[in-house]
T-cell receptor
């Protein structure tokens, strides 16, 4: 069975600073990997996904993530955060044709002025 | 806007009652997934339907059931409700092939009093 660990429950970052959110997954084969963002009271919006190919994936809102098979990681990064990036971020893993998603516990990002 | 719609947005009911949550997938999407987001369990996969047939089951209680209709909309039925069923219930939809993305609806917030 697949699983996801997000080690950081809460991160506070200054506006304009860089951000990195950690994600480690457990799965026997090559997984499908995703980052979703959830703003307060909102649904889940896909930031980016990895299925195969280039291990550095670009997403929306200036986010990117790098798949590292040797470390079973899929960390999310943004070079310069904006106040609107304050939200909860979920890493998820799927596998197979009709993949169900297994989510991490989420990381809440607070942006201070 | 993901194109996935869920109704109602909020639902408040009492213990022991039965409710139905509705999901309309994106146009052309054949798969519908249901997820539950609660404070203690996080985001969990409940059940998946593909073109009207149940395809996969997750941590779905026996008191819960779902179906997908010929027009591809789906309903999640929750019965004999308990306080612990209070959660945000998400529906997601996906096209047929494995590398398609799951797009999430805005969710239905269920409060059981």
């Amino acid at each position: 069975a697949q699983s996801v660990t997000q080690p950081d429950i809460h991160i506070t970052v200054s506006e304009g600073a860089s951000l990195e959110l950690r994600c480690n997954y457990s799965y026997g084969a090559t997984p499908y990997l995703f980052w979703y963002v959830q703003s307060p009271g909102q649904g889940l919006q896909l930031l980016l996904k990895y299925f195969s190919g280039d291990t550095l994936v670009q997403g929306i809102k200036g986010f990117e993530a790098e798949f590292k098979r040797s470390q079973s990681s899929f960390n999310l990064r943004k070079p310069s955060v904006h106040w609107s990036d304050a939200a909860e971020y979920f890493c998820a893993v799927g596998a197979g044709n009709d993949y169900k998603l297994s989510f991490g516990a989420g990381t809440t990002v607070t942006v201070r002025a | 806007d993901s194109g996935v719609t869920q109704t109602p947005k909020h639902l408040i009911t009492a213990t022991g009652q039965r409710v139905t949550l509705r999901c309309s997938p994106r146009s052309g999407d054949l798969s519908v997934y249901w997820y539950q987001q609660s404070l203690d369990q996080g985001l969990q996969f409940l059940i998946q339907y593909y073109n009207g047939e149940e395809r996969a089951k997750g941590n779905i209680l026996e008191r819960f059931s779902a179906q997908q209709f010929p027009d591809l909309h789906s309903e999640l039925n929750l019965s004999s409700l308990e306080l612990g069923d209070s959660a945000l219930y998400f529906c997601a939809s996906k096209r047929a092939v494995s590398t398609d993305t799951q797009y999430f609806g805005p969710g239905t917030r269920l409060t059981v009093l």
